[in-house]
């Protein structure tokens, strides 16, 4: 779950947390879209087709141009849309995350 307002996302399993982290979505003129999504796709070594710009740990959101991946987070929504999770923080996410499993992103 990805709450927009609070720069958080945190993971449930089993009505349990178990990982939680802050984040950067998307800034006023290129927002994160909020709405129900499932991980599509996962890619360790991403590169932005739209950006060039690289993309650990890619978690692409319903097969769109979105997803969550390591990223600079500065405390404040900066990105171009997607979510970017702490590099710290990112790759126990890409772990813990699947093909097929829910995102929900709320305003």
Known sequence: M????????????NGQLVRSARVST???STPTPA??????????????????VSMPFF???SCKEIGLH????????ASHCCIRIPKGDVQAFFKLLKIGDPVTIEP
């Open 26 to 28: 998307g800034k006023k």
């Open 2 to 13: 990805v709450p927009l307002s609070r720069q958080r996302v945190t993971l449930f399993r």
């Open 70 to 77: 390591a990223g600079m987070v500065p405390g404040y929504p």
């Open 59 to 61: 978690m692409r959101l």
């Open 35 to 52: 709405g129900k999504y499932i991980i599509t796709d996962t890619q360790a070594d991403w590169v932005s087709s739209l950006y060039k």
